[in-house]
């Protein structure tokens, strides 16, 4: 069986409220191994969007643990592996405006210490995977919601982190960019052995993962 990219235990997130403490999660567990996909839908709501900020060490949880894989390092909590252990890709894609689709994906890649010349190379890869080296000089402003995404696509994926966190990725797109930008995000992953979290709210899309899970009440469940 594939090794662990993506560990959690026992996770648990409350947040303040003027009702009280309201609970998120109440023990969420997770284990994600090199290559595969998961998906977690649930209502609006149901604590998906706070279960990946977790999972990537964009925020903490009140109890449990989790660990991503730092390739070379092992299991590492995710703080430490930001930019290189997950890779983002957030539903309103997340693009700096004032830089270009090439220098977007360089920046994630400068961030993590690679040289200039192989930020820029391998920007230049991965804009060229996700079809879109005809537009790497375009600002985001110039770019449709589905270059967008595959801009981020590729930006998440530059310092080849072992698993991929997506929320909600073709959330802002129509039905047909929606599925293009499905379908690449699934090939290029495949492709790179990279595994990938996915929330959605289609149950089509989530259908695609290699296992699915649904939150509800605080609580992941297989679908
Ligand atoms: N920083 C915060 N402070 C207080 N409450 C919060 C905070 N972030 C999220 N919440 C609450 O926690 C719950 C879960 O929010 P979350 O964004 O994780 O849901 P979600 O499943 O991603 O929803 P959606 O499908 O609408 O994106 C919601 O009730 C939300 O209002
Ligand atoms: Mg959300």
Same mark, same amino acid.
């Given at each position: ?23 998120? *999660?109440?023990? $969420?567990? @997770?284990?994600? #191994? !090199?290559?595969?996909?998961? &998906? ?86 991965? *804009?060229?995977? $996700?079809? @879109?080296?005809? #537009? !790497?000089?375009?600002?985001? &402003? ?82």
């Amino acid at each position: 069986m594939p090794d662990s990219v993506l560990r959690a235990a026992g996770l648990v997130r409350s947040y303040a409220s003027p009702a009280g403490p309201l609970c998120v *999660l109440n023990g $969420v567990s @997770l284990d994600v #191994r !090199a290559g595969e996909s998961v &998906s977690v839908r649930g209502s609006s709501g149901s604590g998906k969007t706070t279960l990946l900020q977790i999972l990537g060490g964009l925020d903490q949880p009140d109890a449990g643990v989790v660990e991503v894989l730092l390739p070379g390092l092992g299991l590492c909590p995710p703080r430490l592996a930001l930019g290189r252990g997950v890779g983002f890709v957030f539903q309103n894609y997340q693009l700096m405006p004032e830089l270009t689709a090439q220098e977007n994906v360089a920046l994630a890649a400068r961030i993590a210490g690679i040289d200039a010349a192989e930020a820029a190379r391998r920007a230049g890869e991965l *804009l060229g995977q $996700v079809g @879109l080296s005809a #537009r !790497a000089d375009h600002l985001p &402003s110039k770019l449709s919601g589905g270059e967008c995404q595959r801009v981020a696509l590729a930006r998440a994926l530059v310092n080849r982190p072992p698993v991929l966190l997506a929320d909600e990725p073709t959330g802002n797109l129509d039905e047909r960019t929606a599925e293009e930008v499905m379908s690449l995000m699934l090939g290029v992953v495949a492709t790179l052995g990279t595994a990938l979290v996915l929330v959605t709210h289609s149950r089509e899309f989530a259908e695609r993962a290699s296992r699915r899970y649904v939150l509800s009440g605080g609580v992941l469940s297989p679908a």
